[in-house]
T-cell receptor, first 119, second 111 residues
Framework: GAVVSQHPSRVICKSGTSVKIECRSL??????MFWYRQFPKQSLMLMATSNEGSKATYEQGVEKDKFLINHASLTLSTLTVTSAHPEDSSFYIC???????????????FGPGTRLTVL | RKEVEQDPGPFNVPEGATVAFNCTYS??????FFWYRQDCRKEPKLLMS???SGNEDGRFTAQLNRASQYISLLIRDSKLSDSATYLCVVTQIRGFQKLVFGTGTRLLVSP
């Protein structure tokens, strides 16, 4: 399957700082990438859909001014958590859809995730 | 009510046992159905798709009942390596196929 990378894999920061997470599709071009968040013992929740060359679409309840998404190229999307607070500590996972894939539903390939801890 | 509901478990089974997981979904307009596997602190990985006609892949069998909005996963001859959290996933159409995840069912296979 297609490969998606995320960087960094783990970050610890002080409250009030901003953290940028990168998501890259390594062997395919992804016009659409997705950002999820997973709190302990909870399900993955879609935060936003990142579209190359246009504004991201945010799910209800997700603050677009706090979680800035940029999808400047077909292989890179970034999520910036601005003014992070301890309640933002979570596992952030991106995924990318390979539109050229043979799967009829365009399987989403997940990155390895970024564990954010805000002190 | 959650869109996708699963028993969180954990299910503790010995090696070689057969174990079944169930999942219900609330949106009758859901289009596609999947089981994903997630290991601790890792990303989810697609295990298999689920069809009304049933789908079998080696020791794994998945079944969909659209009328009851119910999905199942059966694992035969459990291996230690099957220990993981199994996520029930359905899709909704939002211009693209949005994945909606259940909280997962944790499986622990012991020697």
């Amino acid at each position: 399957g297609a490969v998606v990378s995320q960087h960094p894999s783990r970050v610890i920061c002080k409250s009030g700082t901003s953290v940028k997470i990168e998501c890259r599709s390594l062997d395919f071009q992804a016009t659409t990438m997705f950002w999820y968040r997973q709190f302990p013992k909870q399900s993955l929740m879609l935060m936003a859909t990142s579209n190359e060359g246009s504004k991201a679409t945010y799910e209800q309840g997700v603050e677009k001014d706090k979680f800035l998404i940029n999808h400047a190229s077909l292989t890179l999307s970034t999520l910036t958590v601005t003014s992070a607070h301890p309640e933002d500590s979570s596992f952030y996972i991106c995924s990318a859809r390979d539109p050229s894939g043979e799967s009829s539903y365009n399987e989403q390939f997940f990155g390895p995730g970024t564990r954010l801890t805000v002190l | 009510r959650k869109e996708v509901e699963q028993d969180p478990g954990p299910f503790n089974v010995p090696e070689g046992a057969t174990v079944a997981f169930n999942c219900t979904y609330s949106n009758s307009a859901s289009q596609s159905f999947f089981w994903y596997r997630q290991d601790c602190r890792k990303e989810p990985k697609l295990l298999m798709s689920v069809y009304s006609s049933g789908n079998e892949d080696g020791r794994f069998t998945a079944q969909l009942n659209r009328a009851s909005q119910y999905i199942s996963l059966l694992i035969r001859d459990s291996k230690l390596s099957d220990s993981a959290t199994y996520l029930c996933v359905v899709t909704q159409i939002r211009g693209f196929q949005k994945l909606v995840f259940g909280t997962g069912t944790r499986l622990l296979v012991s020697p």
